[in-house]
């Protein structure tokens, strides 16, 4: 063979003349031709194996050539045989590649037929993949979801090709055929040829589908081979690089080939390649659009979760996008070290390096916490979960780290939110301290565990050994002070010295009398030079050699001299210090004090750790309060993934059993009314995973273990928590589960006792049973005996609150609650309940039971709920209960007619001298009204839905009864039909309850009604609080007073002023709350009667009682936003209320104005009232105060329209404002408007209403922020005209009015006068008359001329114009006629259906 082949880098190049000895191709068949070469090519191909390529190169260069013009079967022929050559090209080559002589020939041979057939597989391929994703597009599923049919198949078979033809090249590449190259240098075209082939693969869209995992498995190991052995390192990276720009579904494609590449075939320095392109990629670079940061960010994240360890010689690359501006790019840095953290430095077996590796990761991670952007910090903050969750977080970070989740709570992201949430829901869950005590729990051991520390401390620093100096030390420092005194013995200055020397020198010597030991005499002398009694020292060594003149320690003193004396000192001081420091170093060691030491240091340490342990439980432990604290506060929040995280992490701090975590699932009980259904689904199912899915080895236990949970959960429950908490536990009971019978067993036998167990778990048994009720009626009708021999039998006076439960629970069975349409489900008057409840009220009436009123309400309204005839029953048992309290009276006057601190019954035992006990009176008198208000109830409720029952029973009696002919009459005239039989149901039903009316009123009250004989003695109770003063007794009245006024609007009248005043003076918080309310329901049922009155209401909520103020803003509430009470210029006291000290009160008030929000324009039409009372320098409110009002009311202006309107409304009023604080309130109600252009025009067309105020900084700096506001972003046109508005304003506010707008400076003012005509568009003239149809007053005609901003004198002659608005009239309306007399009159009567409103239970 004398020619060589050589790849091409264009196909084309190939029909070109080559070089000497290069391949070219000679003949291209025609497409006609291609079929019957591509026969004979496959002939050969059989017959003389794959060298076969040699000859028929230019068959297969052909189908190349014709691609776009051949049939698709020619080219997978084509494709089949060239698979066929590379396969046996494959298998033949090892013996060529292991034989140990090959000549050159053979050799040449075969690396043209490898590059042929390599070549023309690869170039085919590349053909039909681009050919296949074309018809992938072509042919994508329509609305029927079918492809069609030729381009479907296709696709589906070159996805079964594709295969063949890559796992061919992997099988040739695998070979080590680079000997086959001269020197093994492989050409880069043939590498470029296969690799340009895998990457058109990889563009393929569907690479990263699932099913096309095998076609990605052969690519990646294709192109591992190549890295490996082809050296196509560097061009992988800078390709991986390239696709990831353009294509961003390759990131974990290319995540996964990278790893698979640095691990299976070993090749590491990829990953620093690729890593380094990445990071030198520029902040700049990274922000252009198509930069391919996403895709960077996602293969960064992938590849750290496939190859942690390798990602750690290059993370220095990579951080240095952590200042950088694409916070893409930063999540996947802190993602990196995330999984870094998690997977490799973790535990305990780090090196220095590593943990100082380590540390600064957790740095850099910590500080992301506070990133700019939220995506950051959000995932920062589950790169944090990940770790808590893997148990890589070092215990010495887990209160810096939790301190900051708990601050994330704070977050202005919803994400970051949830993330934290999340993350503190992983530190419970992973915690090492014990999260089931509290923070209260842990201070007493805390403290004890101190004090044992610092008593220990104490104990061994007293055993530590003092510092020791030698005595040489001693002796240097000594020794000039000691020279000195030894000159001063040795020389005595006059006669009276020495005299006092011998005497001296004689007291020593008989001192040393005493101790006739040498020894010891040096001792002495060493001790007092210690103590620097450096005199008493020389006079005794001088007396020491006198009376031991043979001891060689004194011999030198034989010559008494300066320098021997301080010889023989220094041998005794010295001398003795050395001898007993060789004494010491020669005894022997102490084994038993070296051990003694030893474990006191041990348990010093033990002791340490202890506290330290417990200070770090207590810091988790107040932490975790903080944040539950917090997540509380986020079950009501309107967004619906930040209240569903929130419910998990309740049910996760429940769960692990962290202390207060009850309060937080029962505040999210009420969710269960949610109108959301995923936050009604999740509390659902947290109550299922919590409570209704019990733990136990048998059904029996399962059954105690959920009684008890609920139980417990219904401990001290608000009656709110109790009719929420029965929504979910009905569910249960309704479901028919197994567990279901054992658990109603299980509630009856502790409500009945069998089992010993408390009062509250009875009452709590009781309850659930009467949850079971709202399920199955027959759990408690089948067992009221049961229920009145335990609760309501001869012990019902011992325990009213188990008596008041039971009767909730039998409440469960009426009809009230299940408003069934057949005949009302009663029980007859003698049945065994009624009787003990009668008995139990009467006899409670004359007891002084704090707990009787809860369950006299319950037990009257079971009465008329559940008997026939209640009125008559109810009837005998306040005759009853009246003739017991006299009795009680009667026996008091005669045992003591001079008890004390009692009140009068009525006039006849006044008479007689006889008194009452006023806690029994007060329950007599809670009982009439409680009766009256059911009374009432039943007649418009029961009677009426009877009477409703009975006649539809009558019409469908009559319509069977009806034949065939009236049939056909009423098809004949059908329509006519229709109107006359709605109204003579409307007819109907009017007449029903125009005598339930007429009952109310002539009837229930009526002088031989029962009810009626207490009505004097409640308002005699009510008029006279001086007299009647017991606290009970006056709320009991007040409260019953008032729904005697429920019954008739003629009672309502005579007695309305007295409960108003009740309500304005009483100095008790509970009557006046208790009065709200009663006025409250007595507005919805005669709002004509109380619609004077509505100013007296809106007075309480300036009461000083926080209580009072709470309740009376819940009922206004409700009454505004149900339309009842029509709103005016008072919702400036609710207003006032947004800066309540109470928090809760706060909450009810912002709650209001969020309620109004949502009716059209409510808010927008009162502002203007608002400003002005809030403004009023009579209420003294603060500026703070009213700009925290008014910014949170005018957040609620969100339309150009209105706020165009309320500037214009706003300016206007500065001219009726009187003070300087008016002008400031006003000028920052403007500020805080969102101010458009329309409303900036409107603020110019009204300069003349502000500019003689703008001398005043508090106007001029609100005004001058509206335009610092408007200069942003604005376009440059309105720009330059906030610019000169700006500078009027400043104009104004430095010379002042007069000054800017004098004569001497005509001139500035004619160039401002032409700028203004440009500003303002619309002539001021115009807009005030159309404005005066308004009853404003017309703006000054002369507004474009040199005095138009000059403010209007004053004028005795003109009245001044009076701006008004219509919330303005009404009140002016309302006021006027108020002012008639100190009694409110009817002004506006308030239309009302026929049907009355129903009672609220």
């Excluded at 567990?739 to 408390?758: D, I, M, Y």
């Excluded at 209960?881 to 007619?897: M, W, Y």
């Amino acid at each position: 063979m004398s020619w060589d082949f050589f790849v091409p880098v264009c196909t084309g190049d190939l029909v070109n003349t080559g070089g000497i000895n290069q391949y070219v191709v000679q003949d291209v068949v025609s497409p006609k031709q291609l079929p019957a070469s591509l026969s004979r090519f496959k002939a050969a191909l059989r017959s003389q194996g794959p060298l076969c390529i040699l000859e028929h190169f230019d068959t297969c260069y052909s189908v190349l050539q014709h691609c776009n013009s051949v049939e698709l079967g020619v080219k997978e022929d084509t494709l089949e045989l060239l698979v066929q050559v590379v396969s046996g090209l494959a298998a033949t080559l090892p013996a060529l590649l292991m034989a140990t002589s090959v000549s050159a020939a053979e050799r040449k041979e075969k690396l043209n037929a490898v590059k042929m057939s390599v070549f023309l597989l690869c170039k085919l391929t590349e053909t039909l993949e681009v050919f296949s994703c074309r018809q992938s597009f072509v042919t994508a599923p329509g609305k029927g979801g079918k492809k069609g049919k030729a381009g479907g198949e296709g696709l589906m078979q070159w996805d079964t090709e594709r295969e063949k033809v890559l796992q061919a090249l992997v099988q040739l590449l695998q070979l080590d055929i680079r000997s086959l190259w001269n020197l093994s240098l492989v050409e880069e075209e043939f590498i470029s040829c296969v690799t340009c082939c895998c990457y058109k693969v990889l563009e393929n869209s569907t690479i990263s589908h699932v099913k096309s995992k095998p076609t990605r498995d052969c690519v990646i190991h294709l192109l591992g081979v190549l890295i490996k052995k082809y050296n196509h390192l560097l061009g992988a990276s800078v390709k991986v690089i390239q696709l990831l720009q353009h294509f961003e579904q390759l990131s974990s494609v290319f995540a996964q080939a990278v790893s698979v590449w640095s691990t299976e075939y070993g090749v590491r320095a990829i990953i620093g390649e690729v890593i380094r392109e990445i990071g030198q990629k520029s902040s700049e670079e990274l922000a252009r659009e198509g930069s391919g940061v996403k895709a960077f960010s996602s293969f960064l994240s992938e590849l750290s979760g496939l190859v942690p360890e390798l990602m750690i010689p290059n993370i220095s690359v990579l951080i240095t996008h952590l200042e950088g501006e694409s916070h893409t790019m930063r999540v996947a840095v802190c993602e990196v070290l995330g999984d870094i953290l998690v997977r490799v430095l973790c535990g305990d077996g780090l090196d220095e390096s590593g943990k100082a590796d380590r540390d600064r990761f957790f740095d850099t991670l910590q500080e992301h916490l506070h990133d700019t952007h939220s995506h950051v910090r959000a995932r920062v903050l589950q790169v944090y979960t990940r770790i808590v969750n893997s148990k890589a977080l070092p215990l010495c970070r887990y209160s810096d780290v939790m301190e900051l989740a708990v601050g994330r709570l704070m977050d202005k992201s919803i994400n970051a939110v949830k993330s934290a949430i999340q993350l503190l829901a992983a530190f419970i869950a992973h915690n090492p301290y014990s999260c089931k005590l509290s923070s209260a729990d842990l201070k007493k051991p805390l403290e004890k565990e101190t004090v044992k520390l610092r008593e220990m401390t104490e104990k061994l620093e007293g055993k530590a050994p003092v510092a020791v100096i030698k005595a040489s030390e001693l002796w240097a420092a000594m020794e000039p002070e000691l020279h000195i005194t030894v000159g001063t013995e040795l020389e005595p200055s006059s006669e009276t010295e020495k005299d006092q020397q011998e005497d001296e020198d004689g007291r020593d010597v008989e001192e040393e009398k005493v101790t006739e030991d040498e020894r010891a005499t040096a001792v002495m002398i060493a001790q007092y030079l210690r103590v620097n009694k450096y005199r008493n020292a020389v006079r005794l060594c001088i007396k020491a050699h006198s009376c031991f003149p043979e001891s060689e320690m004194f011999a030198a003193l034989s010559t008494l001299t300066p320098e021997t004396l301080m010889e023989t000192l220094a041998l005794i001081f010295k001398g003795s210090d050395e001898d007993a420091a060789e004494l010491s170093q020669n005894l022997p060691p102490t084994p038993q004090k070296e051990g003694e030491k030893e474990g006191e240091d041990g348990e010093l340490k033990k002791q340490e750790m202890l506290v330290q342990y417990l200070k770090d439980t207590e810091t988790f432990a107040l932490q975790v309060e903080r944040a539950i604290s917090v997540i509380n506060t986020m079950l009501y929040l309107k967004t619906t993934s930040v209240v569903h995280e929130a419910v998990q992490f309740c049910v996760t701090v429940c769960e692990f059993s962290v202390a207060n975590s009850v309060i937080g699932v029962r505040k999210m009980l009420p969710l269960v009314w949610s109108t959301d259904t995923a936050i009604k689904d999740a509390v659902v199912q947290a109550y299922r995973r919590l409570y209704l899915n019990p733990q136990g080895d048998n059904i029996r236990m399962k059954a105690h273990t959920l009684v008890d949970s609920l139980s417990e959960l219904m401990v001290d429950a608000s009656l709110g928590t109790i009719q929420c908490l029965e929504e979910i536990v009905q569910e249960f009971f309704g479901g028919g589960s197994n567990l279901q019978s054992t658990v109603v067993q299980v509630l009856w036998e502790r409500f009945t006792g069998k089992r010993e167990t408390s009062g509250l778990n009875r009452r709590a048994a009781v309850l659930l049973l009467g949850m079971a009720t709202r399920a199955e009626r027959e759990v408690v009708l089948s067992n009221l005996d049961t229920l009145c021999s335990v609760a309501l039998g001869e012990k019902v006076t011992e325990d009213f609150l188990l008596a008041r439960d039971t009767v909730i629970t039998i409440c469960g069975i009426t009809d009230h609650i299940r408003q069934s349409k057949g005949a009302p489900f009663r029980l007859p008057q003698d049945h065994q309940l009624f009787t003990c409840l009668t008995q139990a009220l009467a006899e409670g009436v004359v007891m002084e039971d704090p707990y009787w009123q809860g369950f006299m309400e319950q037990a009257v309204r079971l009465i008329y709920f559940l008997a026939e005839s209640p009125d008559q029953l109810c009837s005998r048992l306040v005759q009853r209960s009246a003739r017991l309290l006299l009795d009680q009276i009667a026996e008091g006057g005669e045992v003591n007619k001079d008890s004390g601190q009692t009140q009068d019954g009525s006039q006849e035992s006044s008479e007689q001298g006889e008194q009452v006990n006023c806690v029994c009176l007060a329950q007599l008198l809670a009982l009439c009204g409680c009766v009256a208000f059911w009374q009432v109830s039943h007649l418009e409720r029961s009677v009426s839905a009877e009477l409703r029952r009975r006649r539809g029973e009558t019409e469908e009696r009559e319509e069977k009864e009806k034949g065939p002919s009236s049939k056909a009459k009423q098809s004949a005239n059908e329509s006519a039909m229709e109107e006359e039989l709605g109204l003579m149901g409307a007819s109907a039903e009017d007449t029903e309850a125009e005598l339930i009316r007429k009952i109310c009123e002539t009837e229930l009250l009526a002088e031989e009604n029962l009810l009626c004989a207490f009505l004097p003695l409640l308002v005699k109770v009510c008029s006279s609080p001086g007299r009647y003063s017991h606290p009970q007794l006056t709320t009991a009245a007040c409260l019953a007073l008032s729904q005697y006024m429920m019954i008739s609007p003629s009672v309502c009248e005579e007695n309305i002023r007295l409960i108003f005043t009740v309500l304005e003076r009483s100095t008790l918080p509970v009557v006046r709350a208790n009065a709200i309310i009663a006025l409250g329901d007595l507005t919805v049922r005669f709002p004509n009667i109380l619609e004077p009155w509505t100013q007296n209401l809106y007075a309480r909520l300036s009461d000083e009682v926080p209580s009072v103020r709470q309740t009376a803003v819940t009922v206004l509430t409700q009454l505004v936003l149900k339309d009842v009470l029509k709103v005016k210029g008072q919702v400036s006291e609710v207003a006032v209320l947004l800066i309540d000290p109470e928090p809760h009160i706060t909450s009810l008030a912002l709650n209001f104005f969020n309620e109004l929000a949502t009716k059209d324009n409510a808010i927008y039409n009162l502002l203007p009232d608002i400003i002005s009372r809030l403004s009023d320098p009579e209420r003294g409110m603060s500026s703070e105060d009213f700009n925290t009002i008014m910014k949170q009311l005018f957040s609620y202006i969100t339309k150009e329209r209105q706020t165009e309107s309320l500037v214009e409304k706003l300016c206007q009023r500065f001219r009726t404002a009187k003070t300087e604080r008016q002008w400031c309130d006003l000028a920052t109600s403007l500020s805080l408007l969102s101010m458009c252009e329309r409303g900036f025009k409107r603020l110019q067309e009204c300069w003349e209403c502000y500019s003689d105020k703008l001398t005043e900084p508090g106007v001029y700096q609100p005004l001058l922020s509206i335009t610092a506001k408007l200069r942003r972003g604005a376009k440059a046109q309105f720009k330059a005209q906030v610019d000169e508005f700006e500078k009027r304003l400043t104009a104004v506010h430095t010379r002042g009015l007069e000054n800017v707008e004098s004569p001497e400076m005509d001139e500035e003012n004619q160039r401002e006068g032409s700028s203004e005509k440009t500003v303002m568009r619309t002539p001021l003239p115009t807009r005030g008359r159309t404005r005066s149809k308004r009853g404003q007053a017309k703006p000054s005609s002369s507004s474009h001329s040199d005095d138009s901003f000059v403010t209007p004198q004053k004028s005795r002659k003109s009245k001044k114009p009076v701006i008004t608005f219509s919330s303005d009239e009404e009140e002016d309306e309302e006021d006027a006629v108020m002012a008639e007399s100190e009694t409110p009159k009817v002004t506006t009567p308030i239309s009302r259906a026929s049907r009355r409103a129903r009672l609220r239970n």
